[in-house]
């Protein structure tokens, strides 16, 4: 099988130096690694509020190990079926690695909390999605300032567009983001209402026009499909083999790693681990009172534990057909066989129940979301005064609140780390004095 070298193309044509060896995936790689966002993701939360302890995983080091188990996906899968059509398909580890580290790039200050908060600060403004939000940062131009581009190859952009439909064309007009309006005196945002669909942004759209030009008119039209739901956001059905493959590699690692954190930092026990297993969960990994006792024993039982639900998942991957398209991009994805994907979800939903959805940690994000909408404001009241100097620049450039200024707003947002945003608030409405030489 031989892939349209279309796939490869940047777009911003780049001359590489005649004793440059590397493949594209190698230079996609090196340019995710050394971009300011993935830097800004150590920052970042991934569950748990940043400064709680310096053991549990940050964006950066969950995007570390997403990548690490992509590639382990790619090497069983060429391993294990050398004859499969979709082999051939497969994205060289560079690649894959690429996309797994730049998968939660546009993700903002305070995660879902703050991802909420800015798609009700643009609500009238085309919305703001976290996904989205990485394909916009990857996709400006080079030369942009202050967040230049990093012109990856038109395939990695597509295995980074997990949702290829805009943000427009998925939200369900009942779920406009509003603040609630049965509390008196605090000004509090509707969670329900205001978390976006799972969208790219409309602004993107022609850098998804881009990057879907290799398909023919019927594979793209049907890779556009979305499912609609009574009550809730449309979603879409499709996406490519790499990101499938990268998909796989998140739900691992936030089911495994995740929980290796919960369990570390003493926020679950064994009993609620055990009573959120079902018996049929056990996934082909054998008793899972044995590797409950594992993970709640002595550190080095539990990294055993760890690394072997991590190989077992590895292990189960394997191919699925979508064959209603002719690309092979997106005839071929991947899928965990039935019963492990049924033990990895049970391991998520239980890190979702009795973490994510813990008090401890929605009163953080709740925390969080308010200083973002706080400090959105502030910015568009007075972006001359307030703003940092290149994003100022670029707010004038673009026409202010006339033109896409708005967005130029949110995109200085959502770039800023926990900590950024948060003495950012500070400066802006803590009653200390503050000095233009804090460090933010």
Known sequence: MVLDPAWLARHA???????DFRDEGDV???R???SAGFRRLQGKTQILNLGDSDFYRTRLTHSLEVAQIAGGLVQHLQGTFPQHPATAALPGRSMIQAIACAHDLGHPPFGHGGEAA??????????FEGNGQTLRLLSQPVDAAPEPGVNLTRRSLLGVLKYPASWSRLQNPALRPRLHDRLSV?????????????CHLDCESGVVDWILAPLDPE???RFAEIRTHAGGHATTLHKSLDCSIMDVADDIAYGVHDLEDAIALGLVSAEELRAALPPEAGGGFGDHHRMVAQLFGPPAARKRCIGALV???IGAVRFREEPGFREPLLRWRVELAEAPRRLLGALKGFVFDRVIRSAGVQQLEFKGQAMVVEVFEALRSDPGRLLPGEWRARFAETGGENGDGLRILCDCVAAMTDTAL???YERLFAPRMGSVFDRL
């Open 13 to 19: 044509p780049h001359a590489r130096p005649a004793d």
């Open 28 to 30: 996609d790689y090196a």
């Open 32 to 34: 995710v690694i050394h």
């Open 118 to 127: 800015l798609n009700w600060c643009m609500r009238d403004a085309g919305g």
């Open 186 to 198: 605090l000004r509090s945002i509707d969670a329900a209402a205001s978390t976006p669909p799972k």
């Open 219 to 221: 594979d793209r039209l």
């Open 311 to 313: 190989h077992h998942f």
């Open 422 to 424: 948060l003495r950012t």
